[in-house]
């Protein structure tokens, strides 16, 4: 059974259909990229794994246990956590407590303390950063304290909603070195991210998504050799 496994998945908001039908799966320790145009439904489907939305019909089961029907904090403490489009930073508060609100769901507080001295060797900008209100950051600051945040909850597997976006091409590579560290240290991910060849290029296994539905679907590596997927999304 695949860690993450979402099944004919229909979500609409109003009479607009976003999603018609759309299956994935993600196996445990996985990289999983999802690709597609602006619109495509790509945000939805995170946010409806996630629990912001509740789906027509189909279903989304995490970890052996179907998670469609649960509240949003209740699938974060499932450990399936999400890193959200524009960061989603609290810009009036610290660094340091925005970590420290990654690890709502947690009590052990002498491992929580030990975490956040762990973020500053995985993000070593953020210890510079520490006491700085989250909101004066840059754009790729706010990245890693969204990235770093959501690693405080520890969790099983990271949904990542377009890390890079608005973020200069030095800092680019920096969010897409530190995917590459955070799932080598065994977090499963599903990434969906704009920049189609660089994710593509670091991901197990990939899914194109257009109006709805899953057009294409294949191995990393395979898609990005992939004529139609080079068309569409690579130039």
Do not use: C, W
Not at 207 to 213: D, I, K, N, P, Q
């Amino acid at each position: 059974m695949p860690y993450l496994e979402v099944d004919d998945l229909h979500v609409g908001y109003g009479q607009i259909a976003a999603l018609k039908g759309v299956s994935l799966s993600v196996e445990k320790g996985q990289l999983v990229t999802l690709v597609g145009a602006n619109g495509a439904g790509k945000t939805t489907l995170l946010r409806t794994i996630s629990g912001l939305l509740r789906p027509s019909r189909g279903s989304v089961n995490f970890d052996g246990q179907r998670i469609d029907a649960m509240e949003a904090h209740k699938i974060a403490g499932t450990g399936l956590v999400q890193v959200p489009e524009g960061r989603r930073i609290f810009g009036r508060l610290t660094v340091s407590e925005n970590l420290e609100l990654g690890a709502f769901t947690r009590n052990d507080k002498a491992e929580i303390m030990a975490d956040k001295e762990r973020m500053m060797t995985v993000f070593p900008r953020l210890k510079e950063r520490f006491r700085q209100l989250a909101g004066t950051l840059s754009g790729g600051e706010q990245q890693m304290v969204a990235t770093a945040r959501a690693l405080m909850a520890r969790p099983k597997a990271l949904l990542m909603d377009e890390p890079t976006m608005g973020l200069s091409p030095i800092m680019v590579e920096q969010v897409f070195d530190t995917i590459q560290t955070i799932h080598a240290q065994g977090v499963t991910i599903l990434l969906v991210e704009q920049n189609a060849l660089m994710a593509l290029s670091v991901a197990d296994y990939g899914y194109v998504l257009e109006s709805g539905h899953i057009v294409l679907e294949g191995q990393g590596d395979a898609l990005v050799d992939d004529e139609r997927v080079r068309h569409a999304y690579l130039g």
